[in-house]
């Protein structure tokens, strides 16, 4: 009896572990460096064809710090954000499953072994990167709109900088009539207070 309930009690274990999706960390982000500044925003402008090539670890890890990561040791962002609340939650989207990015501790958790790009935008890109706010967190929504404008420029100028191509997606929401948006929001798990905002493609541009 004794042995048949350490046994039950160690499957259960063992199940809800592999349950629960492990957090892995990403490359530490390459934080000097890149193009000088007024180079970078000569450089910035929208890319929407790229080559098949996916994003390595490291490029993924750039791309992300720079967006929104933790860049003093307040836990400040390289991202501005409107009394601080910090309130905008990154995913990124491969063919092999989407992730949510934790600036914390440069970790990323697999929420998806989906391929969701087709719900994120019409581009063929190896990547999107969705940007989400938790308006619980926010100051405002109008607070949680303009923070993720600063992401995205943040995204625009890292890709100039390392030679990827992006490009902003407010239209992902209105893909088949606003369905498209609500099942990414589902499909990523997120809570009812998360409002996906902007998604961006990114990849390696395939254009002049
Ligand atoms: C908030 C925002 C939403 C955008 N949404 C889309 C979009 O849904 N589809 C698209 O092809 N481009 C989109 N863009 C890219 C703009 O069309 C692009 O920035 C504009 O044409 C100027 O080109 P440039 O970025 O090369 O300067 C968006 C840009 C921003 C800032």
Redesign the pocket.
Known sequence: MKTTLLVSAAVFCSCSFAALPAARPLPAPVRTGGMPLQQALNAR??I?SYKADALTDQQISDLLWSANGVNRNDGKRTAPSAVNRKEINLHYLTAGGAFAYDPETNRVTKVSDEDLRKWAGRFKAPVYIVLSADLKRAASRHYAVMDTGYV?QNIYLHCASAGLGT??????SRIKGGEKGKLLHDKLGMSETEEIL?THSVGIPDEE
Do not use: D, E, W, Y
């Open positions: 402008r929208t929407r995205s490009c902003a997606i407010g239209s992902f902007l």
